[in-house]
């Protein structure tokens, strides 16, 4: 049975754009490249004082390798590019933008899985892997179906036609209900998980204060949540978005339409949402303090720079 896939449409195809030009076949790693190499501008501008030629040395040698960088890389650009410089904004964009693409430590590419690979091979052409994919051996349930009515055809002879329907009747209603009670226990377990509050506000300071209050309550589930939903409320809003509030956070995220350096910011914080409200597993202080951190970043970015309407 497969899993449930969970996916950001809007803040995917915006990722797929900023890292387009990277191939597996390239020399090096573009895309670890790119990323440092916003890191690099970033650093250039926190100096004292901001050496802004060269974060915009940085900067266009990204965009010439890739015009599709545009929307995410000009309006840094731009920032420098004002008299005097926006420092903040353009530092501001800078590190969500690296902050979305960061990669795991010791993170490489083109690596040969050749003999990864030929370990795997071997291990399934052991003896104890080598029947594997053989169906002519019965197995365990294959058995224990059998016996089970093996045991059910000779109680029906010997109950008679009558009593075999009785039991044929005792056996199906016995089975329907272990079936009802384990469907209803595994809806009552789950239901928390993947179903979320269709009602909601539409103002994003009264969903972060909420968001502040589940968190000091220890609520870091709902308080990710509510944080998240927040940071959308301030994109969707001044992207001129007709906003339901019966819409769930993740109809919200659908609707939503921004520049792509916002939409980039808002991918780190979507990918966290996902991750404590869908995936089950708990979700601690130190996943509210990143969330809130990125959640906070998205609604400052929404406040300071134009959003595209929808």
Request: hydrophobic letters at 50%; aromatic letters at 4%; charged letters at 20%.
């Amino acid at each position: 049975m497969g899993r449930p896939r969970t996916c950001v449409a809007a803040t995917v195809a915006v990722l797929s754009m900023l890292v387009s030009a990277t191939s597996a076949a390239a020399a090096g790693c573009a895309s670890i490249d790119y990323q440092a190499t916003l890191v690099s501008a970033t650093h250039a501008l926190l100096a004292t004082p901001p050496d802004v030629p060269a974060a915009q040395a940085e900067i266009t040698t990204l965009l010439q390798a890739d015009g599709s960088r545009g929307p995410a890389l000009q309006p840094v650009l731009d920032d420098l590019a004002t008299a005097p410089p926006d420092i903040e904004d353009a530092q501001t964009r800078l590190s969500s933008m690296s902050a979305a693409l960061a990669y795991p430590a010791h993170s490489t590419c083109n690596v040969d899985g050749g003999a990864a690979r030929s370990a795997l091979h071997d291990v399934y052409a052991s003896p104890a892997f080598r029947q594997l994919d053989d169906s002519t051996q019965p197995g365990l349930l294959d058995t224990l179906l059998k016996a089970i009515a093996s045991i059910f055809s000779r109680a029906a002879g010997a109950l008679g036609p009558t009593g075999g329907l009785l039991l044929s009747l005792t056996v199906l209603a016995l089975l329907a209900l272990v079936a009802w009670r384990r469907w209803h226990g595994s809806a009552a377990q789950h239901s928390p998980r993947l179903m979320e509050p269709a009602a909601g506000g539409d103002d994003p300071d009264a969903e972060w204060q909420a968001a502040e209050r589940a968190a000091l309550a220890g609520e870091h589930r709902e308080a990710v949540r509510r944080a998240f939903r927040a940071a959308l409320l301030d994109v969707a809003l001044r992207g001129r978005v007709h906003i339901d509030a019966a819409w769930t956070t993740r109809e919200l995220l659908g609707r939503v339409h921004a520049d792509g350096d916002v939409l980039v910011a808002l991918a780190a914080a979507a990918a966290l949402f996902e991750r404590a409200w869908y995936s089950g597993r708990a979700v601690t202080a130190a996943d509210w303090q990143t969330a809130s951190e990125r959640c906070a970043g998205v609604r400052r970015m929404a406040r300071q720079v134009g959003v595209a309407p929808g």
